[in-house]
């Protein structure tokens, strides 16, 4: 029987705009593409926007996976859905990851019983890990860059290494991961959230983001993929784009990619 894997990526509207959950449509993308059990898995609609508590446990009930995108603006409501969710499916597999997952996680794990796995970093190899692993004997130890509680003992597995070429990711935009979502929602007004670069070299005491992710190389996706995405942007009328790159403008590209942006823009 085909499992269902829910995803959780629940942002604040923005002057009656939603993001697009960009994480979970990575995450969905690059499983499917690369593991060999994309076929035994299904994603359900992805959940972006606050409702009530309830009425997103009913709608995800049926699911067997539930993993969850914590930031600080959901952690707290993503969870209590986490909680009322394994309620419902107590046989589920319930994952979190995001910035506020702790990097030393055992006091969050022993604090959320309710939560099997956290996953740390870059999501990509370690979700496809532990879906495939899901179909056998949840093995936790052979899923990279997770802490999880065994018979009440902590463990963390050793950080997967960083994806080098990033090319090996494929746009959730121009594979049509968010295609549902539009048609489902289509009065919706979204936000689209846009990576050209990934990582960060500085360890800035005000920041995390490069202690976090130990990035002293910056991967770029490729010139021609980014621009083809923004003409996938400019075709669904996304008129507002929030660049996630750590330090847009460091490279000798990038001003050709703000150009570009405006090219399109102005067509």
Request: with cysteine; glycine share 4%; charged share 20%.
């Amino acid at each position: 029987m085909i499992k269902q894997v829910s995803l959780i990526q629940i942002n604040n509207s923005f002057s009656g705009q939603n993001y697009l959950p960009y994480s979970s449509a990575l995450l969905s993308s690059f499983f499917t593409r690369n593991s060999s059990a994309a076929d035994e898995y299904s994603f359900a609609p992805f959940i972006y926007k606050r409702a009530a508590v309830l009425d997103i446990v009913n709608s995800i009930s049926s699911s067997d996976v539930l993993g969850l995108s914590l930031y600080a603006w959901n952690t707290r409501l993503s969870l209590e859905i986490a909680r009322q969710f394994r309620s419902y499916n107590p046989n589920s597999l319930i994952f979190v990851g995001g910035p506020s997952v702790p990097d030393s996680a055992e006091q969050f794990l022993r604090s959320h019983p309710y939560v099997d796995i956290a996953l740390h970093n870059e999501g990509e190899l370690s979700v496809t890990a532990l879906l495939e692993e899901n179909l056998r004997d949840r093995n936790f130890l052979n899923v990279p860059s997770a802490s999880f509680i065994s018979n009440n003992l902590f463990v963390s597995t050793p950080r997967a290494p960083r994806i080098a070429d990033l090319s090996e990711i494929p746009s959730p935009f121009l594979t049509g991961a968010f295609d549902s979502l539009f048609k489902e929602n289509p009065n919706e007004c979204w936000i689209g959230l846009w990576e050209t670069n990934r990582g960060c070299p500085f360890t800035c005491t005000y920041c995390d983001w490069g202690s976090a992710t130990g990035s002293k190389k910056i991967g770029m996706f490729p010139q021609s993929r980014l621009e083809e995405e923004m003409h996938w942007f400019s075709a669904n009328h996304i008129e507002y784009i929030f660049c996630c790159d750590a330090n847009f403008g460091m490279f000798p590209r990038d001003p050709d990619i703000a150009r570009m942006a405006g090219n399109v823009k102005q067509m």
